[in-house]
């Protein structure tokens, strides 16, 4: 019964979410790059049989916050065997010292939040020595604390350019994909346009002039279960959606599991 349960909860959900984003996409300005938006279904927390029954529903970019939690997901019997195409997505703060086991993931499609140089260069020769020479580029986004706030995690805008550049020209094993930033949680749109989202908008038009880049190619993943719309209406690529699609998140009581503490529902 649970399971059956389960399964109508998370495929309603997920087609509501869907549809939203759809006819967010429909609103945008044709000025905008016509780059359809990825959705990211963020299942931290979340049963690996909820997992399979949003593949099963036709998703397939999921997302994990905690490398323990993705390599452990991702190598689960039940999603190696029913989800061959599911492409993974790591969210959360990357400390060097985890990148070796990162990257080991089966079917790891990008890695959202290198926030310095430092960080690329230790993920550019992992990805080298994990995969092989023949492996193909491992994309990755630059995450951007756009909101100045200590809280949160990511690169000062001012730096994005000289990163991405870095990227560019000294991390051959790396595709830069785009920028990605979390924002301030609880924005009040009455008072116009997120900052956080402009502030992206912006640090790509610098990216794009600075390195001869057309905006189509470069992405920008903003936007959560609160505000996604929004974010696509002005311009995400990307969106990583969570509680909306999988229900409220229960927390292991482990200290080894328990996240930061951050006011922003994903």
């Known amino acids: 019964m649970w ?23 429909a609103r945008r300005p044709k000025t905008l790059p016509a780059v359809p938006p990825r959705l990211v279904a963020v299942s931290k927390t ?18 994990e916050n905690y490398v323990n939690e993705l390599v452990d997901k991702a190598s689960d019997p039940l999603i190696l065997d029913l989800c061959p195409d599911i492409k993974w997505h790591f969210i959360g703060h990357l400390q060097k010292n985890n990148v070796n086991k990162l990257l ?30 023949g492996a193909q580029r491992l994309k990755v986004m630059v995450q951007l604390n756009t ?25 051959a094993a790396l595709h830069f994909s785009g920028l990605m930033t979390i924002g301030r949680y609880g924005y009040d749109l009455s008072l116009g346009p997120n900052p956080d989202f402009q502030m ?30 929004h ?3 002005v311009g995400a690529t990307n969106v990583r959606v969570g509680s909306v699609i999988f229900g409220n998140r229960e927390y292991p009581n482990s200290a080894a599991n328990t996240p930061n503490p951050s006011p922003a529902p994903i």
């Open 46 to 63: 979340k049963p690996p049989e909820m997992v399979v029954e949003a593949y099963r529903q036709g998703q397939r970019n999921f997302g």
């Open 147 to 171: 909101s100045g706030e200590q809280s949160k995690r990511g690169l000062p805008p001012e730096e994005t350019v000289k990163t991405v550049k870095h990227i560019v020209s000294q991390c």
């Open 3 to 25: 399971k059956v349960a389960m399964s109508e909860e998370v495929g309603k959900a997920l087609q509501a979410v869907v549809e939203r984003l759809n006819q967010a996409a």
């Open 104 to 133: 080991g993931v089966p079917n790891l499609f990008l890695v959202e939040t290198v926030d310095s140089a430092k960080l690329a260069d230790k993920v550019n020769s992992s990805w080298q020595r994990v995969r092989g020479a």
């Open 231 to 233: 974010a696509i209406e």
């Open 200 to 229: 992206l908008l912006s640090r790509r038009q610098e990216v794009c002039d600075g390195l001869e880049l057309p905006l189509e190619e470069v992405e920008l993943s903003m936007g959560m279960s609160t505000d996604f719309e």
